[in-house]
């Protein structure tokens, strides 16, 4: 079956950069389209960033220029780079494999890791 591992999250503070990665299992990686949604205490689960099998990408604007979406074809992972990180950043956040890149939604997403912005 489809998994799909995060790591990668903690605690920084505003201005500090992480990297999440996500390993996937169980589905045909180069031809999935890939992302990362994430969902802040008490608000609803939000698109963050897409990654199509040819390697297009797509982002929220509210990362646009901070963030990066990556994916590295021989280890079956995708990566986000997250720097210029600001409080409202914190949130867990989810990979998942893409149902429909137009429409951001998707079908399996893994557990999330916690990602912690501090002021």
């Known amino acids: 079956q489809v998994q799909l591992v995060e790591s990668g999250g903690g605690l920084v503070q505003a201005g500090d950069s992480l990297r999440l990665s996500c390993v996937a299992s169980?589905?045909?990686?180069?031809?999935?389209?890939m992302g990362w949604f994430r969902q802040a205490p008490g608000k609803a689960r939000e698109f963050v960033a897409a990654?199509?099998?040819?390697?297009?990408?797509y982002y929220v604007d509210s990362v646009k220029g901070r963030f990066t979406i990556s994916r590295a074809s021989v280890k079956n992972t995708v990566y986000l780079q997250m720097n210029s990180l600001k409080p409202e950043d914190t949130a867990v956040y989810y990979c998942a494999r893409i149902l429909n890149i137009g429409q951001r939604t998707y079908d399996y997403r893994g557990q999330g890791t916690q990602v912690t912005v501090s002021s």
């Open positions: 169980g589905l045909s990686f180069t031809a999935e389209d």
């Open positions: 990654i199509s099998s040819s390697g297009s990408t």
